[in-house]
């Protein structure tokens, strides 16, 4: 009588489940740190998991989930699990549809996500990030959409290789802007990472609202909530990385900085992170034309 043969793993099978289950266990570390970093909200993720249980998303463990969120520590976690009743094995993906409900609204308390106001202005704010791409993007709307009024801040920094005066930013010195500043010129100003001032002349802007034009703003946060105050209706763009990961990949690559300044930068970009509910709608950068095109898509003449 011929022995059924044993069922072994062949060895080459066996190094490629271990190679996978590693690549999963790193995309799960990749996209707690887009949670806790804010890069993503939490809702989608949570939307991702049900759509298909088997993704990253999906095969995150519902405590993980919890505790890479912001300001979430064990005792929180075991808390929130509790009251929604949800057994700390589950994972984001098995979840039931009565616990999916429950955590989904308790996210939208803890997490609200920014509504989109119907009575938002011309007047359109690009900000997010340090190196999320925000110049590349408006320079694509300057470059094919000349409908769109682009501001020219004034700076004192100097000019880099290849910008115009006029055309990039007006170059000034700092007896200049602090006249501009007295004289009511700036809509908003800042010095941008502790080093140079940088300001939005007020007429221009003015003058292209009045033509029915929209308007641009590529400004810093700073600068973007004091257009929030100067004008409640101004329409808060916030253009967020695809990841934490590529946001750090995109500071470092673009080698401009040294180690401590990409350091301190990337702790600005942290908090900055975490002021995206401010705004009134979100754009992620994985492509600089689509970018371009969403942010195009919610002024306020294609959305009438
Ligand atoms: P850069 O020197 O690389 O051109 O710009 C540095 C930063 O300054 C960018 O984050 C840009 O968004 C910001 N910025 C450019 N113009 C203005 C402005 O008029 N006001 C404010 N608040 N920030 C600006």
Redesign the pocket.
């Known amino acids: 009588m011929v022995e059924p043969a044993k069922r072994t793993v062949p060895e080459v099978d066996r190094a490629a489940a271990a190679r996978r289950a590693v690549e999963r266990r790193r995309a799960r570390a990749s996209l707690k740190r887009d949670l806790s970093m804010r890069v993503v909200a939490p809702q989608d993720v949570l939307t991702s998991a049900a759509a298909d249980p088997e993704s990253t998303a999906g095969s995150l463990r519902v405590p993980d989930f919890l505790t890479a969120l912001p300001a979430i520590g064990a005792g929180k976690r075991d808390r929130i699990l509790a009251e929604l009743q949800i057994s700390p094995v589950k994972r984001l993906g098995g979840l039931g549809r009565r616990q999916h409900d429950a955590l989904r609204t308790w996210l939208d308390t803890r997490f609200p996500l920014p509504l989109p106001r119907a009575d938002r202005s011309r007047l359109l704010v ?3 990030p ?1 190196a999320v791409g ?2 590349t993007v ?1 320079a694509h709307i300057r470059e094919n959409h000349p409908e769109i009024h682009l ?1 020219v ?3 004192t ?1 100097a000019p ?1 290789p290849g ?1 115009q005066n006029g055309v ?2 007006y170059f000034v010195d700092d007896a200049e802007f602090d006249r501009m500043i007295a004289e009511g010129e ?1 809509l ?3 010095t ?2 502790n080093k ?1 001032r ?4 007020r007429g221009p802007i003015e003058e292209a609202l009045a033509d029915g034009r929209t308007v641009l ?8 909530r ?1 257009v929030r105050a100067a004008d409640p209706s101004a329409n808060l763009v916030f253009l967020l990385p695809p990841s934490w990961d590529e946001l750090v990949n995109r500071l470092v690559g673009r080698g401009t900085e040294d180690a401590e300044e990409r350091a301190r930068r990337l702790r600005t970009a942290k908090v900055e992170l975490a002021s995206q509910s401010e705004f009134d709608h979100r754009v992620v950068n994985e492509d600089v034309a689509t970018a371009a095109r969403e942010v195009v898509e919610l002024t306020s003449d294609s959305a009438r």
């Open positions: 690009l900000a997010g340090t925000k110049g408006a501001s801040s004034a700076t920094r880099r910008e990039h930013y700036l908003e100003h800042a941008v990472h140079f940088y300001g939005t002349p703003l590529e400004i810093d946060l700073q600068g973007a004091q």
